[in-house]
């Protein structure tokens, strides 16, 4: 299963996203879900890197479908909309395919 924790600040703005695991709803290499998870976050990062001045870290372990990206400061309205198009499309996985392959948490801290 992917668990995905999405972590804001009191104030709804983006300070931490975690993605770890795999959907396991096929083999490797035909997980549409996975597929799909990875095309979300992975563009998302990209676009906050191409079109933001946000300052961030982002750390990928392929091997095991991990994404960690985190905010040092407060973030663009660029980035809070890239990243609540990511989310949405996270949560429109999770509702068409069930929580047996994607989970999503939301903290705040």
Do not use: P
Not at 29 to 35: A, F, K, P, Q, R
Not at 43 to 69: C, M, P
Not at 72 to 85: A, G
Request: net charge negative.
């Amino acid at each position: 299963m992917i668990q995905a924790v999405i972590i804001k600040d009191s104030l709804g703005e983006y300070k931490e996203i975690r993605i770890e695991g795999h959907a396991g709803y096929a083999e490797s290499g035909l997980d549409i879900i996975c597929s799909a998870v990875s095309v979300l976050t992975q563009n998302a990062v990209n676009s906050i890197e191409a079109f933001t001045d946000d300052a961030f870290q982002a750390d990928v372990d392929e091997k095991n479908g991990r994404l960690t990206v985190r905010f040092y400061d407060s973030v663009s309205e660029k980035t809070q909309l890239l990243l609540d198009s990511m989310v949405l499309g996270l949560e429109s996985i999770e509702e068409s395919y069930g929580k047996q392959y994607i989970r999503i948490r939301f903290k705040e801290v």
